[in-house]
T-cell receptor
């Protein structure tokens, strides 16, 4: 166990809908990153938040957005869901002074 | 852009044997970190071992060790005395040591099966 939790564990949505995924960081960690892992692939970086501000983003469209709260928990929001958004979404937290990211168990999203 | 290549999609080995997983990467950066993560069927990505690029000494963690060849941009993972619990997907990952750019770039993974 890494101390990083995510909710929900599984989610089914239909194309065009919106979804919000949640992540609770490990205690003492002020940086959170989100990754998308398609089936059979390695995780792809979506974005990173540090002290409530986005400070890094991968090649994902603006309909992927996020928030980080004062307690360093985080949300990933995806609008206008597409079939290709079906994936495992992982969040990872770390202390800003350290390099190791600790992952949560992920949320499995299925878009029909 | 950084890339990470894992050329072995699947491997299997008998319990108690030693296995080596390969990873190569490409970058023009000089200061970075390399990681091996394990992802069992439970899905949670677990850190196995990490290596700082500025350190010449290879990292070790109990039965896990790496062979870091910076000039060759190679970072292999050796698992000694393999156990059934080592069965998992193994991902090699790279991260630049630069504030605001600390994203992990992953390879496509190696599925390792330990045979009883």
């Amino acid at each position: 166990e890494t101390g990083v939790t995510q909710s929900p564990t599984h989610l089914i949505k239909t194309r065009g809908q919106q979804v919000t995924l949640r992540c609770s960081s490990q205690s003492g960690h002020n940086t959170v990153s989100w990754y998308q892992q398609a089936l059979g692939q390695g995780p792809q970086f979506i974005f990173q938040y540090y002290r409530e501000e986005e400070n890094g983003r991968g090649n994902f469209p603006p309909r992927f957005s996020g928030l980080q709260f004062p307690n360093y928990s985080s949300e990933l929001n995806v609008n206008a869901l597409e079939l290709d958004d079906s994936a495992l979404y992982l969040c990872a937290s770390r202390a800003g002074t350290e390099e190791t990211q600790y992952f949560g168990p992920g949320t499995r999203l299925l878009v029909l | 852009a950084q890339t990470v290549t894992q050329s072995q999609p699947e491997m299997s080995v008998q319990e108690a044997e030693t296995v080596t997983l390969s990873c190569t990467y490409d970058t023009s950066e000089s200061n970075y970190y390399l990681f091996w993560y394990k992802q069992p069927p439970s899905r949670q990505m677990i850190l196995v071992i990490r290596q700082e690029a500025y350190k010449q000494q290879n990292a070790t963690e109990n039965r896990f060790s790496v062979n870091f060849q910076k000039a060759a941009k190679s970072f292999s993972l050796k698992i000694s005395d393999s156990q059934l619990g080592d069965t998992a997907m193994y991902f090699c990952a790279f991260m630049i040591a630069n504030f605001g750019n600390e994203k992990l770039t992953f390879g496509t993974g190696t599925r390792l099966t330990i045979i009883p």
